[in-house]
Antibody
Framework: QVQLQESGPGLVKPSQTLSLTCTVS??????????WSWIRQYPGKGLEWIGN???????DYNPSLKSRVSISIDTSKNQFSLMLSSVTAADTAVYYC???????????????WGQGTTVIVSS | DIQMTQSPSSVSASVGDSVSITCRAS??????LAWYQQRPGKAPKVLIC???TLQSGVPSRFSGSGSGTDFTLTISSLQPEDFATYYC?????????FGRGTKLEIK
């Protein structure tokens, strides 16, 4: 059973770069049809899709964040990472990594989620 | 971006009742809609993909319908564990946007 686990600092200072890593266990990041994703949930509970990456390294980003966000993948470590630059208090959220399943049209959705990690942006 | 409008924002019901939650997309998304359940302090869990395909392990009392811009999640015979928040997400085009959620509370 595939499991995901986020790791990284829980507190980031304004204007700095938020950096999180998601470790995949019980499966491989090179499995075809799966897109490795980052989603965040604001304190008011709204969910925002940040972006995803395929094992080939091809990534897609939310245009609202595109100038600040980068997602990378290290298949040798079975990990993928998020970097978000120039953070402000508005970036305070629970950050989830997840697996978007495109193996078949009937499974198009986030079928595996990490437990989430809270990131607070504050000086 | 495609806007997803969920209604109601909250609903109260009793164990054994049936409830329906609707999600409207700001443009045609065909069948590309997923539904998630989120319990307090937990990550969301996918229930339905492609508008009506029940995902593995999800009880059959959950069902989804709709296409184009209007979609419905129906939960029949509510169980205590069903009281949670439900979100829709369009998976038609980037960025994959979510509805604002519907909180299902016990009456």
């Amino acid at each position: 059973q595939v499991q995901l686990q986020e790791s990284g600092p829980g507190l980031v200072k304004p204007s700095q770069t938020l950096s999180l890593t998601c470790t995949v266990s019980g499966g491989s990041t090179t499995s075809g049809g799966y897109y490795w994703s980052w989603i965040r949930q604001y304190p008011g509970k709204g969910l925002e899709w940040i972006g995803n990456i395929y094992y080939t390294g091809s990534a897609d980003y939310n245009p609202s964040l595109k100038s600040r966000v980068s997602i990378s993948i290290d298949t040798s470590k079975n990990q993928f990472s998020l970097m978000l630059s120039s953070v402000t208090a508005a970036d305070t959220a629970v950050y989830y990594c997840g697996r978007f399943n495109r193996v078949s049209p009937d499974t198009n959705g986030m079928d595996v989620w990490g437990q989430g990690t809270t990131v607070i942006v504050s000086s | 971006d495609i806007q997803m409008t969920q209604s109601p924002s909250s609903v109260s019901a009793s164990v054994g009742d049936s409830v329906s939650i609707t999600c409207r997309a700001s443009q045609d998304i065909s069948k590309w809609l997923a539904w998630y359940q989120q319990r307090p302090g937990k990550a969301p869990k996918v229930l339905i993909c492609a508008a009506s395909t029940l995902q593995s392990g999800v009880p059959s009392r959950f069902s989804g319908s709709g296409s184009g811009t209007d979609f419905t999640l129906t939960i029949s015979s509510l169980q205590p564990e069903d009281f949670a928040t439900y979100y829709c997400q369009q998976t038609d085009s980037f960025p994959y946007t979510f509805g604002r959620g519907t909180k299902l509370e016990i009456k």
